[in-house]
């Protein structure tokens, strides 16, 4: 009689059970998520949609890989969730999949993620993501120098100030960050820069845009008070003293990256200081790119939350305005926590 080696056996009888019972549910997760994240090309992909969302078109060109081999590896990654889509208009952004914290693998895809996220980006990569979001900005450029003129009136179809002026200031009067500096980025027709005006110390009001810079000197006129300045500046290249407060009214949907918005209003803000966003919430209406120039078609009130907390701020208010034409309007503070 034959008989085979203890250890041998142990090993067949554990294959023989392997190959015949499904592995457990969390434990097959664990496995296809680490298939998936293990290809060189989908921990980069990961990676670069760690903080900001890409079409297929610009994940194709970021990666010089041709769009058929990146959806196939984009399917990889949402099968085993790790990638989401969202809809805007007639396109579909995909971003880096956030952990839940009642996922079984919830402390092991934070690890990953932090593990990722610490390896340094390629020079060409980040040079090709940075002519992505070039080619974002170009685009709204090309419609605020062509459409200047027409702006005003198309603009106050979707939310004219008048919507938001009074949460504004309902937020400056019980508000207690410091009354120094104010930074209204994309001030439109002047009317935020004469609100602020009679709340801070200074005010500046930027544009990247010579004709809306035009209409915001014209907008203010004689009701320029001598502590407002105007400078024709992109904000992702601002530097300044740090403000007290920062104001994004109705121009994060221009923003090439918005979650790189959020970076540098932290940069730029005093401890303690508050951003306020007024935006549109998420909607379908495809005319407003092509009528106002937008880039984005609003914003999912969690999305705002999530970006700002990845950055350090901590949510302060929310209110959500009189809807216009289909459009909700989302009015947002949020502030820099104080370091001790």
């Not at 058929?68 to 984009?74: D, E, F, G, I, Y």
């Not at 450029?141 to 938001?164: E, G, S, V, W």
């Not at 880039?295 to 969690?302: C, H, I, V």
Request: hydrophobic residues 40%.
């Amino acid at each position: 009689m034959f008989f085979l080696p203890s250890a041998t056996l142990r090993a067949v009888c554990m294959q023989t059970l392997s190959s015949s019972m499904p592995a457990p549910a969390p434990y097959k997760t664990f496995l296809d998520t680490t298939r998936a994240v293990a290809d060189p090309l989908r921990a980069e992909i990961l990676r670069t949609l760690s903080k900001d969302s890409f079409g297929v078109l610009e994940l194709a060109h970021i990666f010089s890989v041709a769009q058929p081999a990146l959806s196939h590896h984009l399917k990889i990654l949402s099968r085993a969730d790790l990638v989401a889509t969202r809809r805007d208009g007639n396109g579909i952004y995909y971003r880096r999949a956030q952990p839940k914290p009642d996922c079984a693998l919830y402390d092991y895809l934070v690890q990953t993620y932090t593990t990722l996220d610490g390896f340094k980006v390629d020079g060409a990569l980040q040079r090709r993501i940075d002519e992505v979001h070039s080619g974002r900005a170009e685009r709204s450029r090309k419609f605020f120098a062509d459409h200047a003129r027409q702006f005003a009136n198309q603009q106050a179809l979707i939310c004219a100030p008048d919507t938001y002026l009074p949460a504004l200031r309902e937020l400056l009067e019980r508000t207690n960050c410091k009354r120094r500096r104010a930074l209204d980025v994309g001030p439109g027709d002047g009317e935020t820069l004469q609100v602020l005006a009679e709340y801070f110390d200074t005010v500046l009001g930027i544009d990247n845009s010579p004709e809306m810079l035009a209409r915001a000197h014209s907008g203010v006129g004689s009701h320029k008070s001598s502590n407002v300045t105007l400078r024709l500046k992109d904000f992702e290249s601002l530097t300044t003293p740090r403000q007290d407060l920062i104001l994004f009214a109705m121009v994060l949907h221009h923003a090439p990256s918005p979650p790189r918005f959020f970076d540098h209003a932290h940069n730029l803000l005093n401890d303690g200081g508050v951003l306020v966003i007024v935006e549109l919430i998420s909607h379908d209406q495809e005319w407003a790119k092509s009528a106002c120039g937008d880039l984005w078609l609003g914003f999912d009130p969690d999305d705002l939350d999530f970006w700002a907390q990845e950055v350090g701020f901590a949510v302060d208010a929310s209110q959500y305005l009189a809807q216009r034409n289909g459009f909700r309007i989302q009015f947002k503070s949020y502030q820099k926590e104080k370091t001790r």
